[in-house]
């Protein structure tokens, strides 16, 4: 009754993870990218996926192997995060500039000049419109998460253990919570990506580039928080 107890709090705080600013900032970026609600939903599930690997290689190495992560790696791998965030954020943006091509259009009807704003898409590839492409960079970004939050979840689980399985275990059973954390709130922030796709382009170029900037800040923040340590 005890080790179900402790694995589904394990499960409730994989679940609240998700939620975590860092990590909202960093699929923000990528969900906003897609169009549709269910590939957004697959990305945070794919992040969740690469967040849970990273967390049983190390959980594996602490647990069996009794390798402990000091202070110093836990900060370079935190201010990686930092770095990562960064770079999403101006990824995010630069895609935003480089989405439309704006140009002004005069022309002359019935004797009179009209001039009209046109935006021009820039086509995408056809694999973008399919769900079950997948996102190895949300992996990658999920997976760099799992590195930078194995620290503080080794703290949690080493004083629980009761053996090395049932400590592995318990990091199972937080990272699905994680993932299905994530994949609710990557469905959640896909929706009005997904409503504003078609009539409200404004809007949509808007959510991208508020993603991205937030992603950039946060990513600043942490590096600069990190650094004067």
Known sequence: ??????????????????????????????????KNALSSTLVGGLWGVGHTVSLLVVGGLVVFLKIKISERVESN??????????????????????????????????????????????????ATHHFIRTSPRSIAVGMVHGLAGSAALMLLIVPTITSPMAGMFYILIFGIGSIGGMMIMSFLMGLPVHITAGKYRFLNKSILGGAGMFSFALGGFVIYEKLIA
């Open 1 to 34: 009754m005890e080790i179900t107890s402790i694995l589904f709090f394990g499960f409730l705080l994989g679940l609240k993870h998700a939620v975590e600013a860092d990590h909202l900032a960093a699929i923000s970026t990528i969900v906003a990218e897609r």
């Open 77 to 126: 791998l935190e201010m990686g995060v930092g770095l990562m965030l960064v770079i999403l954020g101006v990824n995010a943006i630069v895609k935003l500039r480089k989405a439309d091509k704006i140009h002004i259009h005069s022309h002359r009807h019935d004797g009179h000049i009209h001039t009209h704003i046109h935006a021009h898409a820039k086509k995408a590839s056809i």
